[in-house]
């Protein structure tokens, strides 16, 4: 079994930036993709962003360009989510996923993921 956990949530003043990180652990898994999902209460589970395997390639929800910056795997964190440019909108639990499965368009869907972290909460206050 794959864990994903998630650390750099806080609260925030809107303007302010916050960086997010995903750790894996338990057997080796090689993901096809990563990515940052978001749930604001009330809301359905959205995408953020997203990253290939050779973090090469990232993609971003409209809602997140320009602000936010996803990275990929190095010694510790296997995903990573800049954000910058904070607003009170962006007030969400933020999930890590990853896909181990091979995948021809991108992956934006909750369902086109295996694994998730169990969040960890952005609050930016206005």
């Known amino acids: 079994q794959v864990q994903l956990v998630e650390s750099g949530g806080g609260l925030v003043q809107a303007g302010g930036s916050l960086r997010l990180s995903c750790a894996a652990s338990g057997r080796t898994f090689s993901s096809y993709a990563m990515a940052w999902f978001r749930q604001a209460p009330g809301k359905e589970r959205e995408f953020v962003a997203g990253i290939n395997r050779s973090g090469s390639t990232t993609w971003y929800a409209d809602s997140a360009k320009g602000r936010f910056t996803m990275s990929g795997e190095n010694a510790k964190t296997v995903a990573a989510l800049q954000m910058n440019s904070l607003k009170p909108e962006d007030t969400a639990v933020y999930y890590c996923?990853?896909?181990?499965?091979?995948?021809?368009?991108?992956?934006?869907?909750?369902?086109?993921?295996?694994?998730w972290g169990q969040g960890t909460q952005v609050t930016v206050s206005s």
């Open positions: 996923a990853a896909r181990g499965r091979f995948w021809y368009v991108r992956p934006v869907s909750r369902e086109d993921y295996d694994y």
